[in-house]
């Protein structure tokens, strides 16, 4: 699914994109322009990926954000960097209290397949490749897993949470490039990082020009 078919403009009001509870979303955006992820059942793990838009091997490095950062989770007032060390989004707002994961890996079939789900299940590497089609390799990269709570305890250890329940929530950042936003409402319901019910829920993204 792309959500790109409003026109953009400068002046008038923000754009919305409705993503749908288990679906992926492309969604373009200019450079200054302002991204609030919204929450809206303050219950659903969002997988964001960015890519440049003239080139979508250029991407938002996880790795990389972790290296210049020098820590595993972003704070109000970051600059996140892309795999080629540029200045990509800066992080403006966060209403959630979440330490939002950057370790996990996207899932895919294979994921629900090991735990005994039909390996038709959807994920969220199938949701980028559906939005991204003329990303050149199988596996996606890393995402940014927004809403999702994996601790690191002090032996190493990763202990998964559920997100707090905080309807509305947001998280808002600036682009600092034209790019194209992929985004996934995960799938997830094995894992106990989604919702009350393990369910996937609609979010939205909110565009401003």
């Not at 790795?63 to 403006?92: M, P, W």
Request: hydrophobic share 35%; glycine share 8%; charged share 20%.
């Amino acid at each position: 699914m792309r959500a790109d078919d409003a026109p953009e403009n400068e002046t008038g009001p923000a754009r919305r994109v409705v993503v749908p509870a288990g679906r992926g979303a492309a969604v373009e955006i200019r450079c200054g322009q302002t991204i609030r992820v919204v929450n809206t059942s303050g219950t659903q793990v969002v997988d964001l990926w960015a890519h440049a838009r003239d080139d979508p091997r250029e991407y938002l490095g996880l790795s990389q954000c972790r290296e210049v950062l020098q820590r595993i989770h972003f704070r109000k007032g970051d600059v996140l960097s892309t795999n080629r060390y540029r200045a990509c989004l800066t992080v403006l707002d966060d209403t959630s209290g979440i330490d939002h994961d950057t370790l996990i890996a996207p899932c895919r079939a294979e994921t629900y397949l090991n735990v005994g789900l039909p390996v038709t299940h959807r994920s969220c590497t199938a949701n980028h490749a559906q939005a991204l089609p003329r990303w050149p390799a199988a596996d996606p990269p890393q995402p940014w897993n927004l809403f999702m709570t994996a601790e690191v305890g002090p032996g190493g250890e990763i202990v998964y949470k559920r997100p707090p329940f905080l309807p509305a929530m947001y998280v808002e950042l600036r682009a600092e490039m034209d790019l194209t936003l992929v985004v996934s409402s995960c799938p997830d319901d094995h894992y106990p990082t989604n919702g009350g019910d393990g369910s996937p829920q609609d979010f939205e993204i909110l565009v401003a020009p």
